[in-house]
């Protein structure tokens, strides 16, 4: 079992920036795949960005691409999220999700984003 704790939501302007990080803890070797997800009231959750530990290859939804980027540490203790030119679209709770071996997921507990003016 792996823990994963987010911090770094919070209230933005349209056009401004925040930056998510996740920290990981547990059963981290077999962890194969760290991503971030997004929901809104009403709808289920959406895929905003992932990485794959092996290959390093990266996928992000369309509507984040060129805004957003996934990176984390070495460890694979740490995941981030850098997002730039939000939208009032993009606010919602934000999940950080690893996948293990197994197929295994967890989940963090959420950290809410709000882009208003």
């Known amino acids: 079992q792996v823990q994963l704790v987010e911090a770094g939501g919070g209230l933005v302007q349209p056009g401004g920036s925040l930056r998510l990080s996740c920290a990981a803890s547990g059963r981290l070797f077999t962890v194969y795949s760290m991503g971030w997800y997004r929901q809104v009231p009403g709808k289920g959750r959406e895929l905003v960005a992932r990485i794959d530990i092996g290959s390093g290859r990266e996928d992000y939804a369309d509507s984040v691409k060129g805004r957003f980027t996934i990176s984390r540490d070495n460890a694979k203790t740490m995941l981030w999220l850098q997002m730039t030119s939000l939208k009032p679209e993009d606010t919602a709770v934000y999940y950080c999700?690893?996948?293990?071996?197994?197929?295994?997921?967890?989940w963090g507990q959420g950290t809410q984003v709000t882009v208003s003016s």
């Open positions: 999700n690893v996948v293990s071996y197994g197929a295994r997921q967890d």
